[in-house]
């Protein structure tokens, strides 16, 4: 299978659109995300390596490496209580003789990591007709950016998608979603800057059932999670939509910039009580992010991360694959 055939498997999976393979033929695939994904977060790694590798030297565990590992990944922004839990599993690991030395203790910590933040692989089935999709986030969080990469990835896998672009504050976001828009082949619902958000939901919406699309992504205003007032027309937005479709918006998906480290926290804790959460997007990832935060997120929050962002470019925007990220960020230094 080729890069793009299999790029194009794993964004099917995400949807639902086809069968998961079986875990035999998963390795090779992560194999080959794990090399592209070590070089897309080699800042991410930089940081933390350091501390990991006398922890992983192959020696004897003693009591103080497991203060070292505990230091290392709380400054690595994997959150105190995730952090507790990570050396708390491995010194159990330890107690029973799987864990011996420094090496053990790198493989084992990835693992743990892994099962850590997903038990399963994450979905965004699309099993609605039409399946509404919410973004939300805080100003230059990548959002709107997501929202036409999303766009594009459907339009490929023969999705019929309208974007409706409900942040009228800004007209350089409707002109950059119509460019995605007309990148994809998707159907742009807009009105002039300063319109109602939730008017444009609703006719977004709307005309995805008059014309069968498959998906309606919504893209709504960034805000401060602190600024009530729009938290409160955030509530709004998502309760136009369900007028418009009920049972929707079938995902609503917080897009957080990793760079913000634990302040990403707050900003899901108060999104999720102005509007339910399914899933996260995590941008980013490439820049100046320790990496623990989705180990913290994952963790603290109980919010699946669905997609990552590595990058500017179309492929940087991924499925999130918990074990995959783990082994990239957590693995032994080379």
Known sequence: ????????????????????????????????????????????RQTISPQLAGIFAPRLITEDVWDELEEALIVADCGVDASLALVEELREQAGEGRITNGTELAGALAAAVGRQMAPDPPRIPLTASPTVILVVGVNGSGKTTSVGKLAHRLSELGQKVVIGAA???????????????????????????????????????????????????????????????????????AAVVGKADPGAPHETLLVLDSTTGQNGLSQARLFGEAVPLTGVVLTKLDGTAKGGIAVAISRELGT???????????????????????????????
Do not use: H
């Open 167 to 237: 942040d009228t504050f800004r007209a350089a976001a409707i002109d950059q979603l119509a460019v995605w828009a007309d990148r994809s082949g998707a159907q742009l619902v807009r009105q002039a800057p300063g319109a109602d958000p939730g008017a444009v939901a609703f006719d977004a919406v709307s005309s995805a059932k008059a014309r069968g699309a498959d998906v309606v992504l919504v893209d709504t205003a960034g805000r401060l999670q602190t600024q009530r007032n729009l938290m409160e027309e955030l509530r709004k937005v």
């Open 1 to 44: 299978m080729s890069e793009s055939d299999d790029d194009r498997a794993v964004w099917a999976e995400l949807f639902g659109l086809e069968a998961p393979p079986s875990e035999e033929d998963q390795a090779p695939r992560r194999r080959g995300l794990l090399g592209r994904l070590r070089e897309n977060l080699s800042r991410p």
């Open 304 to 334: 699946p991360i669905k997609l990552a962002g590595v990058g500017e470019k179309l492929e940087d925007l991924r499925p999130f694959d918990a074990r995959v990220y783990a082994q990239a960020i957590f693995s032994a230094p080379e």
